[in-house]
Nanobody
Framework: VQLVESGGGLVQAGNSLRLSCAAS????????MGWYRQAREKPRELVAT????????MYANSVKGRFTISVDNAKNTMYLQMNSLKPEDTAVYFC???????????WGQGTQVTVSS
């Protein structure tokens, strides 16, 4: 599956952004989707995951209560609503998809999020 992210940008601390990840085929066929981020000179880290079939979610402790992951299966699109942004949220954000039957792992190209203090 091909994934295309959008919605990144430059915002001030305390503000919000919504990232989108459009999939090239039905998200019902994808076992798990998620958002990862990679700050400069740091390893890529998991932000949140969602199971498109039942909407179950998981969040990293650093974003709990501030970020919300969701999926619109009718639009084959996953979202990440980011509220109360902090400078430490600055990173390139990548979306990810895992399809179990083919063991396919897909990544988007990434979108930059910069939070100024």
């Amino acid at each position: 599956v091909q994934l295309v992210e959008s919605g990144g940008g430059l915002v001030q601390a305390g503000n919000s952004l919504r990232l989108s990840c459009a999939a090239s085929r039905s998200t019902f066929s994808i076992n798990s989707m998620g958002w990862y981020r990679q700050a400069r000179e740091k390893p890529r880290e998991l932000v949140a995951t969602i199971t498109p079939a039942d909407g179950s979610t998981m969040y990293a402790n650093s974003v709990k209560g501030r970020f919300t992951i969701s999926v619109d299966n009718a639009k084959n699109t996953m979202y990440l609503q980011m509220n109360s942004l902090k400078p430490e949220d600055t990173a390139v954000y990548f979306c990810n998809a895992f399809t179990g039957w083919s063991e396919e792992i897909s990544w988007g190209q990434g979108t930059q999020v910069t939070v100024s203090s």
